[in-house]
């Protein structure tokens, strides 16, 4: 049975940091394209950051040299390290897969098959 579980959310003041984690099972996530997405009250659902099979990220305008996505294949778990947080990062981040449709390159964030339940990353000015 997949699952993705997400955590390390909660409330944190601008300017600080956060790292999410997303322990996969059920699957091996190496040749998958793993994606970090957040969703503010009121907002659509947006793509943050992704990482392809072969380690190449993607990254939403909005957190470049802020967020910083990564993976363990040892431990099945995908990360994402968040730094210099801004209240407009407040929302519902969650960890999606869908299997890789290319070997190299970003991978972008369309077409997720997996979703977890998300973790919630509150900040405050």
């Known amino acids: 049975q997949v699952q993705l579980v997400e955590s390390g959310g909660g409330p944190v003041q601008a300017g600080g940091s956060l790292r999410l984690s997303c322990a996969a099972s059920?699957?091996?996530?190496?040749?998958?394209?793993m994606g970090w997405f957040r969703q503010a009250p009121r907002n659509e659902r947006e793509g943050v950051a992704s990482i392809n099979r072969d380690g190449s990220t993607t990254y939403a305008d909005s957190v470049k040299g802020r967020f910083t996505i990564s993976r363990d294949i040892a431990k099945n778990t995908l990360y994402l390290q968040m730094n210099s947080l801004k209240p407009d990062d407040t929302g519902m981040y969650y960890c999606?897969?869908?299997?890789?449709?290319?070997?190299?390159?970003?991978?972008?964030?369309?077409?997720?098959?997996?979703w977890g339940k998300g973790t919630l990353v509150t900040i405050s000015s």
């Open positions: 059920g699957f091996a996530i190496r040749p998958y394209c």
């Open positions: 999606a897969a869908r299997p890789a449709d290319k070997w190299m390159g970003g991978c972008g964030y369309s077409g997720m098959n997996y």
